[in-house]
Each structure stands twice: as structure tokens, then as C-alpha cells.
């Protein structure tokens, strides 16, 4: 072999991996001399002159000691770029702790099924009461579909009740079944009785808005209109100027009955 040819440091050694026996090289740049010692120091001294020594990773090419030039260019070279990756990883420290730590984001509340169902529902029929002619017409060619997503969210909040009794029975049944009674904690309502009312109000009010907007650009029937608010639990009313729905009619619109009437009259709003 040529002598002069630049080697591993780890080839004396005979471990082309540079770990013999899992030991990690060590060297002395002033002494020339390399020592192993395990991997688990994060630094030696030489034992000679009592100076720190390197360690370099193992794939990287050490030159010969007996070649001064190369040996002394390489150390050089290493330890500047040893020096520059120092200050980097110390930069990066300092931006990290300036950066400001992330906030934590608020649990959202929880929402009831009834609220997250109706109120969107009464959010896009108020919209589309609200929108031209032509686009109007559009929705009012599927008043179909919005009537049914109505009766089912009038539906869900009258079933309310009979649900919430079904789920305490449910559960007090599997709790005696299984003597964990008393333990578990108490059932608690999703919804309040006014707030699950005003839900209904609302969304009673919206579809009679739309219905009624529908009635008077002629895109629905007086017939259909009267129709439609009976399969929804309405009555057909003559509008109150003062709250009237229809977009500057001066004809009659149908929509819900007074509060204040007597039940027998015919179903109401509110439960």
C-alpha cells in the first residue's frame, strides 16, 4: 500500500465502522496520538499533555499523523466547522426561547344535538328569505325539502321528553341489574325546556318567513301556502302589518297563531 494515501483513523484499529467493540475514538491533535474509550463520555483528556481531545464521526477521512500537512489542514478545517455548527445550534436556542409558546385553545362548549341541528336549519332559511327573486325562486323549488328538514327538527324537539325518559330508565335499569346504583353520576339534560321552546319559536318563525316570501313573489300557491303550515303544526293567519314577514306586501300573508289564543283553537307553537 502507499503510505502516503489518507486513511481511517478507524483502519488502525481494524473496524472499518470505527466502533470496535462499541468504543468510540478519541484524538489528540497536538500529540497525534488517538485513544478508545467508551461511548458514553462526552470528553477526554489526553493523557500526555493533558489536553482535550477530538472525536471525529467515523465515516469521515482522517489523514496519517505522519502526513503534517494534511493532518493539521483537516483539524483546521474540522474545528471551524465544528465552531460554526456550535454557534448555529446556540442561535436556534436563543429563537426558541424567544418564541412565544403556542396558546392553548378554549375547549369549545358542548352544544346540544338540538341546537346543532336547528340552528344552522333556521340560519339558512332566514337567508334565503332574504335573497332576489331569482334566487329565491331556486330554493323555493325545493320548499319540499326545507318543509321536511323542518317537521324533523320539530319532531326531534318534541320527542325530547320521551327520549330523556327512556335514556334515566335505561340507565337506572342497567345499573341495578349490575349493583352499580348510585355510584354513576347523576343524568343531566342536554337541553332546558325554554331553551329547546325557543329553539321551536325560532324555527317556526323562519320557515313562516320563507314560506311567506315564497307566497308573495308567486312562487307558492295561497293554497299550498295554507297547506304547507298545517303539515308543519301552523295555522293561516292575516298578517300584522307591524309583523309581517312578506317583503313589502300589502297582501295578506299566513303564518303562526297567536300565543295568546285558546288551544282548542287548533295546534300552537309551543309545546
Given at each position: ?256 297563531s297567536d300565543l295568546n289564543k285558546n288551544k282548542a283553537d287548533g295546534p300552537s307553537v309551543v309545546d
Open positions: 500500500k502507499d503510505s502516503r494515501r489518507p486513511r481511517l483513523l478507524s483502519e488502525s484499529f481494524g473496524d472499518k465502522k470505527g466502533g470496535s467493540m462499541g468504543k468510540r475514538t478519541w484524538t489528540c491533535v497536538t500529540c497525534r496520538k488517538s485513544y478508545r474509550r467508551k461511548p458514553s463520555l462526552n470528553s477526554v483528556e489526553c493523557p500526555t499533555c493533558h489536553r482535550p481531545c477530538e472525536s471525529a464521526p467515523w465515516y469521515l477521512r482522517i489523514p496519517s499523523p505522519k502526513l503534517t500537512k494534511e493532518w493539521d489542514a483537516f483539524w483546521l478545517e474540522y474545528k471551524a466547522n465544528k465552531a460554526r455548527q456550535e454557534d448555529v445550534e446556540r442561535e436556534a436556542q436563543k429563537i426558541t426561547a424567544l418564541r412565544p409558546e403556542p396558546k392553548k385553545r378554549p375547549a369549545k362548549p358542548r352544544v346540544s344535538y338540538i341546537d346543532a341541528i336547528c340552528a344552522p336549519l333556521i340560519k339558512t332559511l332566514e337567508h334565503s328569505a332574504g335573497l332576489p327573486v331569482h334566487q329565491l325562486a331556486g330554493h323555493a323549488a325545493n320548499v319540499d325539502f326545507w318543509v321536511s328538514e323542518t317537521k324533523h327538527c320539530l319532531a326531534v324537539i318534541d320527542g325530547y321528553q320521551q327520549r330523556f325518559e327512556r335514556l334515566r330508565a335505561g340507565q337506572a335499569e342497567y345499573e341495578i341489574k349490575n349493583k352499580i346504583a348510585g355510584k354513576a353520576p347523576p343524568i343531566q339534560r342536554s337541553a332546558k325546556h325554554t331553551a329547546r321552546q325557543e329553539s321551536r319559536r325560532s324555527l317556526c318563525q323562519a320557515i313562516e318567513k320563507f314560506l311567506n316570501r315564497c307566497h308573495h313573489e308567486g312562487l307558492l300557491s295561497e293554497k299550498d301556502l295554507k297547506a304547507t303550515l298545517h303539515s308543519c303544526g301552523m295555522r293561516a293567519r292575516a298578517c300584522v302589518p307591524a309583523r309581517c314577514h312578506c317583503v313589502g306586501s300589502r297582501e295578506p300573508s299566513y303564518g303562526l
